[in-house]
């Protein structure tokens, strides 16, 4: 178990163009999120994933935003057009399940999204 | 609608003093879990405790104690004898019951900064 790791830790892009996140959750965690904090703020839901299926997206989720988990393992978060108002860090986490000790989230180090 | 309140932006306390960070939940559902999490300054979001909604009974680990009452819709967490160590940010958080939703929705964090 080598808990949740986000690529990459950082990111410095120009308004305009696309980014793309990569998570990998633990490895038995067949339920993935997406979360977006900004400064001062707690993290806001953005989508969420069990196995390969993405079962909510929230209204921050714009049409710009797609997230895909192709094979339910790794995940991906892609922004295309990036504007100023995207820059966050953007967190991954995951869960075994919703049933009691599998109830908790486990979050990766975030990915932090700077854009110009 | 499912919210969770952190009135206190900013706590400074003086090392060894005690310090309560305050949490109030909304949720129409009958069972749900209560957590803290903790963000130091690294970044990532480590779990504290995990509560659910018929277990009102308090619980302490080592410095950390945490009161759930059901009736104030509160669910407050106490550090005793606080360490450098504590400084933080500490995000209480909602989720909604087994098996249903699958939403964490978090406060907006208390800052706890330790004096040494």
């Known amino acids: 178990d080598t808990g949740v790791s986000q690529d990459p830790r950082h990111k410095i892009t120009k308004r305009g163009q696309n980014v793309t996140f990569r998570c990998d959750p633990i490895?038995?965690?067949?339920?993935l999120y997406w979360y977006r904090q900004t400064l001062g703020q707690g993290p806001e839901f953005l989508t969420y994933f069990q196995n390969e299926a993405q079962l909510e997206k929230s209204r921050l989720l714009s049409d710009r935003f797609s997230a895909e988990r192709p094979k339910g393992s790794f995940s991906t978060l892609e922004i295309q057009r990036t504007e100023q108002g995207d820059s966050a860090m953007y967190l991954c986490?995951?869960?075994?399940?919703?049933?009691?000790?599998?109830?908790?989230?486990?979050f990766g180090a975030g990915s932090r999204l700077t854009v110009l | 609608a499912q919210k969770v309140t952190q009135a206190q932006t900013e706590i400074s306390v003086v090392e060894k003093e005690d310090v309560t960070l305050d949490c109030v939940y909304e949720t129409r559902d009958t069972t749900y879990y209560l957590f803290w999490y903790k963000q130091p300054p690294s970044g990532e979001l480590v779990f504290l405790i995990r509560r659910n909604s018929f277990d009102e009974q308090n619980e302490i680990s080592g410095r950390y104690s945490w009161n759930f009452q059901k009736s104030t819709s509160s669910f407050n967490f106490t550090i005793t004898a606080s360490q450098v160590v504590d400084s933080a940010v500490y995000f209480c958080a909602l989720s909604e019951a087994e098996g249903t939703g699958n939403q964490f929705y978090f406060g907006t964090g208390t800052s706890l900064t330790v004096i040494p």
């Open positions: 986490a995951s869960r075994r399940g919703t049933r009691g000790n599998e109830n908790v989230l486990t």
């Open positions: 490895s038995e965690h067949n339920r």
